[in-house]
């Protein structure tokens, strides 16, 4: 378990000026100094108490009622990947089209740091959640996209059930609806992608465990390779876990 950075480490984080390794790194960050950092005003505070979630949230907030959404570009290149995180939620916040969200987003989900990956679909899902049609339909192209980190955002953000986030309810009685992000990737190379597809399909097991099977059949009909085998075996992991214990 990694363990809490000294407090040289925390100063430098506050500070932006180094980027977090861990999810220690990122629960010790002062947002408070961060965001005076960043943004040259002792006037943003948070709660620092909050949820790391919730701080993430918290934080855009703040800069939406204080600063505006100009400083978004700003935040989306900033060294510091808890502001480009914080710069995912600022986008949420605002009355943009569920298009032009994702046209924004579209770098942070190809960022190079873990962390902002996250945020990114984490703070964009609920605008997926509620127009999942269309939402569904503008990623559809993400999935044929160059870059794997990209495609990822795509099977991420429409996780039936998600880690850290509420759940689509739609998608858990009908998953069905994501096959057209899931079907062109059953034999990627990429063992990135190849965990988030499993881990959507085992989402959709714990509600749909018929459907998942059926999908997991035919995958391994049409491609007999290692990489689908290796998708279909992880998608199924909850089942088999529950079939041997009965």
Same mark, same amino acid.
């Given at each position: ?6 407090? @040289? /480490? ?8 180094? *980027? ?19 943004? =040259? ?13 919730? /701080? ?27 502001? /480009? ?32 990956? *996250? ?10 959640? @509620?127009?999942?049609? *269309? ?40 998953? @069905? ?24 399909? =085992? ?6 465990? =018929? ?15 290692? *990489? ?8 199924? /992991?909850?089942?088999?876990?529950? @079939?041997?214990?009965?």
């Amino acid at each position: 378990m990694s363990q809490k950075p000294n407090p @040289e /480490r925390i100063a430098l984080l506050s500070q932006g000026l180094i *980027e977090t390794q861990n999810l220690m790194d990122g629960l010790a960050v002062d947002f408070n100094v961060l965001l005076q950092t960043a943004f =040259n005003t002792h006037t943003l505070q948070i709660d620092n108490t909050l949820g790391i979630t919730k /701080r993430m949230l918290h934080a855009a907030m703040v800069i939406h009622d204080q600063v505006g959404f100009d400083c978004f570009d700003m935040m989306r290149a900033h060294k510091s990947d808890t502001i /480009r995180g914080i710069a995912a939620y600022l986008l949420a916040l605002q009355p943009l089209s569920l298009s032009d969200q994702l046209t924004h987003v579209k770098p942070l989900a190809d960022d190079p740091h873990f962390g902002v990956r *996250e945020w990114a679909w984490l703070a964009i899902r609920p605008a997926i959640a @509620e127009s999942l049609d *269309e939402g569904l339909m503008l990623l559809q192209p993400w999935i044929s996209d160059s870059s794997v980190l990209v495609q990822r955002f795509a099977v991420e953000i429409t996780r039936p059930r998600g880690v850290w986030c509420g759940h689509i309810p739609r998608l858990k009685t009908d998953p @069905e609806l994501g096959l057209p992000l899931l079907d062109p990737l059953k034999s990627t190379s990429q063992k990135y992608l190849q965990d988030s597809v499993a881990n959507w399909l =085992n989402d959709a097991s714990k509600s749909q465990a =018929n459907w998942v099977r059926t999908v997991c059949d035919r995958w391994t009909a049409q491609s007999l390779t290692p *990489e689908t085998a290796r998708i279909c075996r992880r998608a199924l /992991r909850t089942l088999q876990k529950t @079939e041997h214990a009965a």
